[in-house]
């Protein structure tokens, strides 16, 4: 058997774990913390428990599919609970709330943005058809000119819809900018601004209103504790509080690992599930005439950061599980955090209050909020340290006075402030840039760093800094691509890829199948 290591214990490094120790691949995990799941791992303050990073669980059929593919059922480890409503999003003079069913979402247009009914549906009909094109793109390597050309990909490049932003998009569908803002705030998974995102994205609002978003009881980071479970199970030795100092090279071969402690340790190949910038510039020895050298990565396009805080209340506030308040400014907002990188006065925010599905996380009677606001990553050079506990109080006070949370700041029991600097010098994450790399077309497919990473023979990447993305789900994907590349190179079977589910909602398959 080969001997395998993985750096990192993310989503990504424990899924291709577990599909190459299914495989019959000798598997070892290597892990800083002393936990598992990087940004998708729980935070505990008391009696209140959080999760650290990802809340919105959408393509479940993905995260269902991957623990067949070990012969596993996702059920016997985790319970998801399917959200309905799905979120609801507060502007300035209204709110919105959205849901996966059409009837409810027809109606709820029909009330708040009258006039837009019939875009809705041609927006069901046409981003269902994008979808099916450019699934393959996200299921496939990308690795060279070869796979732009090939027969999916030459396929699926119209959808790609060039020179066309998010908000372009959205406007062939409604007339209304906050309704279009409804179905390109999720650009916020890919750290961008919809002015920016490339049109192609519209897909996303697409897969949760076709298949929903999901909660975890426990929350998200159950997820990953799930995975260590399996790991467990097939005998895979996950080593916590173990960091790596470097990946060891000769010429254009992986020859291992060494700890901090000095030990070097050898395998036959290398996964890596570190943030892709931190891991080419302190794990990776890259010359500078490479693609992916230090110096050539500091000047790639990166995703935002994100303000949170974790707040541990007494007391229970009418909000919804998931809720997105627009700044009064959008566009000047996004501006600011991705373009002139200055801190925003009047910021956009997303609040979970998971309580009104999961009693578990808060004693009775009392919430854990989630509060994250975009801001910029730390290319910025802003000084979070002398400014955060101001940013703070700023952002309780528009709780307060936007979302109605009276007194907010007189329940607050426990609470944890998380700047960019914080994720950069606790989670490795580079320049803080939570969203990784960021998703201009430019930095796509295989412009993207690749799952096989070269020069290096026996060197390969998961996560959301390689193809084909950030995001939950599709870091989970990347791990697929790489297991499958591994698997082809030593001439085994590879895991097979479903074709795209029913809709939760079987009318949307029948309007995206209608005539136009």
Not at 110 to 130: A, C, D, I, V, W
Not at 430 to 453: D, E, I, S, V, W
Request: glycine share 6%; with cysteine.
């Amino acid at each position: 058997m080969k001997k395998i290591y993985v750096v990192g214990a993310g989503p990504g490094g424990l899924t291709s774990a577990m599909l190459l120790a299914h495989a019959g691949y000798d598997v070892e995990v290597f892990e800083k913390e002393n936990f598992v799941g990087g940004r998708t791992s729980s935070i505990q303050l008391g009696d209140y428990t959080f999760d650290r990073g990802p809340t919105f669980l959408n393509m479940m059929y993905l995260v269902r599919e991957i623990f067949e593919l070990t012969g596993r059922t996702l059920e016997d480890y985790v319970e998801p609970v399917a959200l309905s409503p799905l979120y609801e999003l507060v502007y300035a003079d209204k709110r919105f709330t959205v849901s996966s069913d059409y009837d409810q979402m027809i109606e709820t247009i029909s009330k708040t943005f009258p006039g837009n009914e019939e875009g809705y549906t041609r927006y069901l009909q046409e981003t269902h058809k994008k979808l099916e094109a450019l699934a393959p793109l996200l299921q496939r390597k990308m690795d060279s000119v070869t796979d732009l050309l090939a027969p999916e990909t030459l396929k699926a490049l119209p959808e790609l819809e060039f020179g066309k932003c998010l908000m372009d998009k959205l406007g062939k569908y409604f007339d209304d900018e906050q309704l279009q803002l409804a179905f390109t705030f999720q650009s916020k998974y890919l750290g961008m601004s919809p002015w920016n995102c490339p049109g192609a994205f519209s897909i996303l609002s697409y897969i949760e209103q076709a298949y929903g978003i999901y909660h975890l009881k426990g929350g998200l980071n159950q997820l990953t504790k799930a995975m260590a479970k399996v790991l467990e199970e097939q005998g895979v030795k996950i080593h916590l509080n173990t960091p790596i100092k470097e990946v060891v090279q000769y010429k254009k071969r992986i020859e291992g690992i060494r700890l901090e402690d000095g030990q070097l340790l050898h395998c036959d190949d290398v996964v890596i599930n570190a943030d892709f910038g931190y891991a080419l510039t302190k794990l990776l020895n890259v010359p500078k005439k490479r693609q992916w050298s230090p110096q050539k990565i500091e000047k790639k396009q990166y995703s935002c950061s994100t303000f949170m805080l974790y707040l541990g209340i007494d007391t229970q506030y009418d909000l919804q599980h998931h809720t997105i308040l627009f700044a009064e400014d959008y566009r000047k907002n996004m501006e600011e955090i991705s373009g002139t990188k200055v801190i925003s006065k009047d910021m956009s925010i997303y609040v979970q209050n998971p309580v009104v599905t999961d009693d578990t996380l808060a004693p009775a009677g009392k919430s854990t909020l989630y509060v994250l606001a975009p801001v910029p990553n730390n290319f910025s050079e802003i000084e979070w340290n002398e400014v955060k506990q101001q940013y703070r109080d700023l952002l309780i006070a528009t709780l307060e006075e936007r979302l109605g949370l009276t007194d907010l700041a007189s329940h607050i029991e426990e609470e944890l402030i998380y700047s960019p600097i914080d994720w950069e010098e606790k989670m490795n994450v580079y320049k803080g840039a939570t969203f990784n790399l960021g998703h201009q077309l430019n930095q796509m497919m295989t412009f993207r760093p690749h799952n096989h990473f070269a020069p290096y023979e026996n060197c390969w990447l998961v996560g959301g800094g390689t193809h084909p993305g950030s995001g939950l789900p599709i870091i989970i994907e990347s791990a697929r691509i790489t297991a499958n590349l591994m698997l082809e190179r030593d001439g085994q079977k590879t895991f097979p890829i479903k074709p795209l589910p029913q809709e939760l909602d079987y009318r949307i398959t029948e309007l995206s199948h209608a005539s136009l």
